[in-house]
């Protein structure tokens, strides 16, 4: 079993001075940035654009985990990946041909998650599974921090669990909404690799950043 890699949201950062925030994050150990990208359609909420993502891709050299709320999605996988993203997460409801926009994404050498929505059912992702390397799990619904983790959806990573080991895949299990040092155990345990936090990386222990990435590592 692989050691549980933390992706802090920059959703909670102070998005007048990401530079600094972000390199504050490495400093901290993150083993990722998770970058929210969301087009006030797709969720009922706006944040950031390629533009940003290619400015910030000088302060760290972490990969940017980049979960893109947009729909239609297929008309920007350049964009974002030319702005420097090495994941980029896009939800199935968000295109109309997913495996085509799979295969868009890898065709920019970029790694490839699937981000499945509380409700959103397993079996949108399992045809695709041996094609991507990510499959992201929300535990909340998408468009804010700070919301309440929605336990329900452990019974999804743990079917994704077994489905992966047993076929002997290399797909990570990342998960995004609501993880505090509770339930980042029960997360784990249920077998997830990757966990994202915003507000509790961000807002728990006077925002110790360092002590807070590895209070949820160690869970
Ligand atoms: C929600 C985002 C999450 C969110 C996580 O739409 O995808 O990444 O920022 O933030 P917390 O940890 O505050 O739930
Ligand atoms: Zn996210």
Redesign the pocket.
Known sequence: MSSIKISP?I?SADFSKLGSEIQDLEKAKADLI???VMDGHFVPNITIGPEVIKKLRKYTSLPFDV?L?ISPVDNFIKNFAEAGSDII?IHPEATNDLKNSIKKIKSFKKKVGI?LNPETSLDKVLPVLNLIDLV?V?SVN?GFGGQKFIKDVLEKVKKLRNEIDKNKLNTQIEI??GINFENAKIAIDAGVDIL?S?TTIFKENGGNLEKNIQLLRTR
């Open positions: 949201s959703l998770h970058i929210d979960h709320m997460t981000s992201l929300m998408p995004d909404g994202v915003g």
